[in-house]
């Protein structure tokens, strides 16, 4: 039924979450074993907190003093590699039956996967960003314990790419994300809880101008009742059994 609709559709966009990287072994956030439910939820203000105090920010970070749901998300991320869900999306895109992802997690899996057009609306972890100008720098695996140099171009503030709770999602990856959703005749929900906005506003956004929307979640979420067709399954098995479909 999704292939179907996918079949019939003109411009397929993706919308990935947490469950996404849940087989690559990265805790999700929600949900039976997500990070908030086992620490509890994180202050909303990381982000004003980051700008009144950025030194001691990273001198917290250096000294390892930071939040255990932080400590295991970034062990998680160290060792994660893309699952077949990942090469699954990426194979869906080379053969023209998507034509981008926006993702909200910041695991860089999908790239590694070999997406082409993906937008990382919430940033990437191994980025370095200017909240000035908005200039990234891509760090490769090196993660910096201390506080990186002013921009080069700016002399603004740097910080990591990841958008922190309270900092507005940097205009360029906003725009783009937007721009893909006003495109899309059918949107694929893969792994996301549809809890957190702005990202997860996009979907009632492209439901509200006609999108079909599409989910692949083992629970039932916000987005379910507004779905043509929500599948109770992982992405690790949904998105190559329908990369198989589309295939043959
Ligand atoms: N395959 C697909 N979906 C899964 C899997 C899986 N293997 N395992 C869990 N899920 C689903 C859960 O049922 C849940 O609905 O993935 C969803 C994960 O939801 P969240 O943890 O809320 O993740 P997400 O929606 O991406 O959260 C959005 O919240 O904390 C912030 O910035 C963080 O980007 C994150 C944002």
Redesign the pocket.
């Known amino acids: 039924e999704i292939a179907e609709i996918i079949r019939e559709s003109e411009y397929v966009v993706g919308m990935t979450?947490?469950?996404?990287s849940?087989?690559s072994g990265i805790p999700?956030?929600?949900?039976a074993d997500?990070l908030?439910t086992k620490y509890g939820n994180p202050p909303m203000d990381g982000y004003s907190k980051f700008k009144e105090d950025p030194t001691g920010w990273w001198n917290r970070r250096t000294n390892e003093k930071i939040d255990a749901h932080i400590l295991e998300l970034r062990d998680a991320l160290a060792n994660a590699k893309p699952h077949a869900g990942h090469y699954a999306l990426a194979g869906l895109e080379k053969q023209g039956s998507l034509q981008s992802v926006v993702t909200?997690?910041i695991d860089g899996l999908d790239e590694k996967a070999g997406l082409q057009n993906l937008i990382e609306i919430?940033g990437n972890r191994t980025k370095l960003r200017c909240i000035e100008c908005g200039d990234r720098v891509s760090l490769g695996e090196f993660v910096p314990l201390f506080a990186p140099d002013p921009c080069e171009k700016c002399e603004g503030l740097v910080k990591f790419d990841t958008v922190m709770f309270g900092e507005p999602i940097p205009d360029d990856v906003m725009m783009a994300a937007r721009a893909e959703i006003d495109k899309a005749d059918c949107v694929l929900a893969?792994?996301?809880?549809?809890?957190?906005r702005p990202?997860s506003g996009l979907l009632w956004i492209a439901e509200a101008a006609g999108a079909t929307i599409i989910e692949?979640?083992?629970?039932e979420?916000k987005l379910t009742s507004l779905c043509a067709v929500s599948l109770r399954s992982?992405?690790?098995e949904a998105l190559p059994a329908l990369l198989k479909i589309l295939s043959a």
């Open positions: 979450g947490a469950g996404m849940v087989e999700p956030f929600r949900g997500g908030w909200q997690n919430h893969i792994g996301t809880s549809a809890t957190v990202a692949i979640n083992p629970t979420t992982t992405a690790g």
